[in-house]
Structure formats: structure tokens, C-alpha cells
T-cell receptor
């Protein structure tokens, strides 16, 4: 049973560049969550979807961040333009309704 | 600020000893969950306790919940080196699906 799959695992890019993070949730799960983890702020929820529809994006830092879920098996988190303060580990998680969440292993993003 | 706050921030014990971590939160909840994170990996769900439950067991894990004090504890008995990880409590704001995580307790088990 494949878990949540995130790509890439590591991304290093220069500030100003567009960054796209990808997530494949567990098949059959209908909720998908994007988190950001930093030493200073811990694990923060950015946005979550139910049945491919964004439900709460109040954690998205600013307009430079956007997330989409075009179908039940794929989601993207995009940062454009990227800034050094966006450096963090970004996690995707999925769940079936209100059941516990399953996390991917994250994308470690470094913006130079 | 964080809904859940873990205590202590870091804990180092000898293999075989018991480890206790605490979590406090601020608002009413439906349930409280504990997750583990190994270095460089995603979080893994350990146990969920509902607001109407006071204690729950799963293998070597024991979780308590005191809603009057808005606190929970996670006890790991007979610790093993493989238990070395960070442990997070997470609460759902009543009526909402999203979770709010604490800052975590970094547990080190010394062989």
C-alpha cells in the first residue's frame, strides 16, 4: 500500500524562481493537507482540500503561494516568486474524512 | 500561537526507562492525537483519544486526557533506541477537520 508521495524530496533554487511541489495522496483518501515545518514556527497548516475543493486556505502566507488539486490523485503547491524566507520542509498529508492523517516524507526547500 | 504546547522540549533517557511527555492546549476539542516524526521523515500517527475518553492504550503507549485541565500526556514504557524521535500532539478545533500541532518533544533514547 503506497503512502503519500511527494516530489521532489529536495529543491534548491534561487530567489525569484518559481517552485512547484507535488503530492500524490493515498488512493481513496478524500482530504489533502499542505503543511510547512520550520524550526521557528513549527508545523503550520497552509491549506486543505476536501474532495478536491479548497476548504481553508487561511494559513497560506501570501499571494505568492497557491495550491491546486485538479483531481483526487494529485495536488501542487506553487511559490512564485520564491524568497529565502520560504525555505522550509513542506509536507503533504492525506486522510479519509476525519480519520488520522498520513504524511509524506516532505520536500526540503532551500531558497538561496 | 500554537494550540498545543509540549513539555519538555527535549528528553533524554536510558533504554528501558519510561518516557513521559505532556501537552497542553487552549480551546475545546473533539479529539487529541499524538504523532511521531523520525529525523528526515514525515509524521506518523500513533494514537487518537477522543474528548470523552480519559485514557487509551496501544502497545507500549499510554495516553491520558484531562479536558478540565486541557492537557494530555503520552507515556512510552520500556523505551527502545528506535523510539528516538520527535513527538507531537495535535488538536482539532471543535467542529473543524484541520489539526493544530504543538512544537514537539525531542526524545532521545540512549543505549
Amino acid at each position: 500500500d503506497a503512502g503519500v508521495i511527494q516530489s521532489p524530496r529536495h529543491e534548491v533554487t534561487e530567489m525569484g524562481q518559481e517552485v512547484t511541489l507535488r503530492c500524490k495522496p493515498i488512493s481513496g483518501h478524500n482530504s489533502l493537507f499542505w503543511y510547512r515545518q520550520t524550526m521557528m514556527r513549527g508545523l503550520e497548516l497552509l491549506i486543505y482540500f476536501n474532495n478536491n475543493v479548497p476548504i481553508d486556505d487561511s494559513g497560506m502566507p501570501e499571494d505568492r503561494f497557491s495550491a491546486k488539486m485538479p483531481n483526487a490523485s494529485f495536488s501542487t503547491l506553487k511559490i512564485q516568486p520564491s524568497e529565502p524566507r520560504d525555505s522550509a520542509v513542506y509536507f503533504c498529508a492525506s486522510s479519509l474524512a476525519w480519520e488520522p492523517q498520513h504524511f509524506g516524507d516532505g520536500t526540503r526547500l532551500s531558497i538561496l | 500561537s500554537q494550540q498545543g504546547e509540549e513539555d519538555p522540549q527535549a528528553l533524554s533517557i536510558q533504554e528501558g526507562e519510561n518516557a513521559t511527555m505532556n501537552c497542553s492546549y487552549k480551546t475545546s476539542i473533539n479529539n487529541l492525537q499524538w504523532y511521531r516524526q523520525n529525523s528526515g521523515r514525515g509524521l506518523v500517527h500513533l494514537i487518537l483519544i477522543r474528548s470523552n475518553e480519559r485514557e487509551k492504550h496501544s502497545g507500549r503507549l499510554r495516553v491520558t486526557l484531562d479536558t478540565s485541565k486541557k492537557s494530555s500526556s503520552l507515556l512510552i514504557t520500556a523505551s527502545r533506541a528506535a523510539d528516538t524521535a520527535s513527538y507531537f500532539c495535535a488538536t482539532d478545533l471543535e467542529g473543524a477537520q484541520k489539526l493544530v500541532f504543538g512544537q514537539g518533544t525531542r526524545l532521545t533514547i540512549n543505549p
